[in-house]
């Protein structure tokens, strides 16, 4: 299963399309809420229930990537995309049984589960080849992938809404959506699995440093560093800002300006919802890519200094203008885009390449820690504060303030990071080894 070794003259450039199939495919995940009102009526189930697939997907997305990290480091990128394709594209298989036989737990287990697996090994399986084949410019590598995953939704979402309305929304209707996910997505994924290969030696553009160059740190030496936990807590508190607001984006809106003179539409919100997911995915190659012209520790500091102000100024004046409510949620998540897309640069810089790719899938806990929190802290509040009888704006104040306290904390984690101690380092004839083992596919 191990990746071929590209040949003599291979495009770097072909590999971020083969990363692009993976997460296009596995970004669909964004847009499980198109499926929550026909699951919702069909199989008679409440909202916590119809949200269960997407939730268990996320925990599963963080766990097989924490887990699985190693395995892919050890395996290659094409063994994990294989990975990917058969839990991801099985999962929506089990999912179609599931709506056909009216089982639901067979949904929960195919889409949460089996699909979850494929998220977290898919999402990481590009990462280390993209910086091994962009040692001048990974920020921007990984940025292109992971732009992927914040894009797959702006495709997913119209083209599963389409297929219900000609399906029908009943549960036969839905299950041959599934079905139709499923074969596609195996279909699309195998683009990458065939397409991906690995570069020849560690410098594969002459120009640029070589990918060892600099600390080589293992996945197990690098979780027992301040600078993992430091980057842990500036991933989780990004993270939790940014989903706060995309978890609850439509009626957060309408309920800023239900009191005004100038109410905000389903429709409009709908728009508004839209926009945000175009800035995540603009974020996530456009912000990483800047990381790699200012360095990534500036760059964090420029998603949580300025995502707090961004947060005061919503909390302060949001209700009074729309135009800045909305400028100012849309700077919001492409930081949150952008924060992930930086992420696998920020790790590669402190811990090296060596294993980058498993150091990554420990550090996206984080990102199952933040999934829970951020909704938690935003509708657990406005619940409270509805119960209290207020309305509109003042029933976001108060996550609001706590948003900005955990941005603060991310950003005094960021200052805190420093290069890694050499005690921590892998010895040199170790990196020998590395070098040689990175040479042994081509004669395979």
């Known amino acids: 299963m191990s990746p071929p070794v590209a040949p003599p003259g291979w495009s770097r450039w072909l590999v971020p399309p083969a990363a692009l199939s993976v997460h296009l495919s596995i970004g669909q995940a964004y ?15 409440s909202g916590t229930q119809s949200a269960l697939p997407f939730q268990l997907g996320i925990v599963m997305l963080g766990l097989s990537a924490a887990f699985g990290g190693t395995l892919v480091e050890r395996n290659g990128p094409r ?19 599931g709506a056909a036989t009216e089982q639901y737990w067979l949904i929960v287990l195919g889409y ?50 389409q297929m219900l309305q000609s399906f ?38 002459e120009s640029a440093p070589s990918v060892l160059a600099g600390p080589q740190v293992s996945a197990r030496n690098a979780v027992r560093t301040p600078q993992f936990w430091c980057l842990w807590i500036v991933l989780c ?46 974020g996530r190659i456009g912000w990483s890519s800047t990381s790699d012209l200012i360095g990534r520790k500036n760059i964090y500091r420029v998603y949580l200094g300025v995502g707090a102000v961004m947060y ?14 909305i400028l100012c949620a849309l700077v919001i998540l492409s930081f949150y885009g952008g924060g992930f897309a ?36 935003v509708n657990w509040i406005a619940d409270r504060q509805e119960e209290a009888g207020k309305s509109g704006a003042s029933l976001y104040g108060l996550s609001f303030v706590i948003m900005i306290g955990l941005l603060v904390v991310g950003f005094v984690a960021n200052e805190l990071v420093r290069p890694v101690h050499v005690r921590h380092h892998i010895p040199a004839p170790r990196e020998e080894a590395v070098d040689v083992q990175q040479q042994q596919p081509e004669s395979a």
């Open 79 to 97: 063994w994990a995309m294989t990975v990917a394709l058969i839990c991801f594209s099985s999962g929506f298989l089990l999912s179609a049984l």
């Open 312 to 325: 005061a100024l919503i909390a302060l004046f949001g209700d009074s203008s729309k135009p800045l409510f």
């Open 31 to 45: 847009a499980w809420s198109v499926f929550k009102p026909p699951l919702e009526s069909a199989l008679g189930l």
């Open 237 to 282: 508190m990004n993270v939790t800002a940014g989903i706060g607001i995309l978890e609850k984006a439509a009626p957060m809106i309408k309920d800023f300006f239900a009191d005004t003179s100038t109410p905000v539409s389903v429709s409009a919100a709908a728009g508004f919802v839209a926009l945000l997911s175009a800035a995540n995915m603009a």
């Open 342 to 377: 930086t992420i696998p640069a920020y790790l590669k810089d402190l811990f090296g390449a060596y294993q980058v790719g498993a150091i990554h899938g420990r550090l996206l806990t984080a990102w199952s820690t933040a999934g829970v929190l951020g909704p938690l802290i």
């Open 112 to 161: 949460g589960f089996v699909g979850g697996i494929g998220l977290g090994i898919g999402y990481i399986s590009p990462v280390s080849t993209l910086i091994k084949w962009f040692p001048d410019r990974p920020g921007m590598a990984t940025g292109i992938a992971i732009m992927g995953f914040g894009g797959g939704a702006l495709i997913a979402s119209p083209w599963s809404a």
């Open 168 to 205: 029908g929304s009943d549960n036969s209707g839905i299950a041959l959506a599934f079905l139709v996910h499923g074969l596609t997505y195996a279909v699309f994924m195998t683009l990458g699995v065939l397409l991906i290969r690995v570069p020849r030696t560690e410098k594969p553009v």
